[in-house]
Antibody
Framework: AVQLVESGGGLVQPKESLKISCAAS????????MYWVRQAPGKGLEWVAR??????????YYADSVKGRFTISRDDSKSMVYLQMDNLKTEDTAMYYC????????WGQGVMVTVSS | DVVMTQTPVSLSVAIGQPASISCKSS???????????LNWLLQRPGQSPKRLIY???KLDSGIPDRFSGSGSETDFTLKISRVEADDLGVYYC?????????FGAGTKLELK
């Protein structure tokens, strides 16, 4: 069965950094585009970032709200995708979901990131 | 950015009755490949989202055929032919054609 398991969330102060991870299994990870999507408490869903596959040069794309502060990366040898979040703001507080493509096929259970002083 | 306008915001439906949700995009969702990357997701209370439909009308494995998706270009619809108790939650449309990918604001389906 397909599994996406996020980890690494927690409470951080504004301007600090945090790296969250997603462990994938049950599908051919190296062939799948990977995404991060977030959901602020009580709000809707917001796409955050995407990373393509090796044949597509691991191209990355970001929402304007996180561009220059967040970095998505992947390690195909470990079936892992990461989101490095720098210069965090209070408005980054959200549940962060890892999803696998090409059409947002599978979703993890999410990891909570809280940015507060 | 492509704006996804989803209506209604909430829907109260009795068991066994049909339901319909509309999603309109501010520009065509037909990609350069000719495919239309429009998905429908369901987020049940306390759970992560789950995809129901992709490429406008393709049902995911395990999704009952009570669900159907239709539409083209900028106008899309999710229909449930007979609502069941397990269908309650928030439905989102999601476009994957243009960057940034964008979601509708959601439609909360409640049971009457």
């Amino acid at each position: 069965a397909v599994q996406l398991v996020e980890s690494g969330g927690g409470l951080v102060q504004p301007k600090e950094s945090l790296k969250i991870s997603c462990a994938a299994s049950g599908f051919t990870f190296s062939n799948a585009a990977m995404y991060w999507v977030r959901q602020a408490p009580g709000k809707g869903l917001e796409w955050v970032a995407r990373i393509r596959t090796k044949p597509n040069n691991y191209a990355t794309y970001y929402a304007d709200s996180v561009k220059g502060r967040f970095t998505i990366s992947r390690d195909d040898s470990k079936s892992m995708v990461y989101l490095q979040m720098d210069n965090l703001k209070t408005e980054d507080t959200a549940m962060y979901y890892c999803t696998a493509g090409p059409y947002f096929d599978y979703w993890g259970q999410g990891v909570m990131v809280t940015v507060s002083s | 950015d492509v704006v996804m306008t989803q209506t209604p915001v909430s829907l109260s439906v009795a068991i066994g009755q049909p339901a319909s949700i509309s999603c309109k995009s501010s520009q065509s969702l037909v990609g350069t490949s000719g495919k239309t990357y429009l998905n429908w997701l369901l987020q049940r209370p306390g759970q992560s989202p789950k995809r129901l439909i992709y490429l406008v009308s393709k049902l995911d494995s395990g999704i009952p055929d009570r669900f159907s998706g239709s539409g083209s270009e900028t106008d899309f619809t999710l229909k449930i032919s007979r609502v069941e108790a397990d269908d309650l939650g928030v439905y989102y449309c999601l476009q994957g054609t243009h960057f940034p990918h964008t979601f509708g604001a959601g439609t909360k389906l409640e049971l009457k």
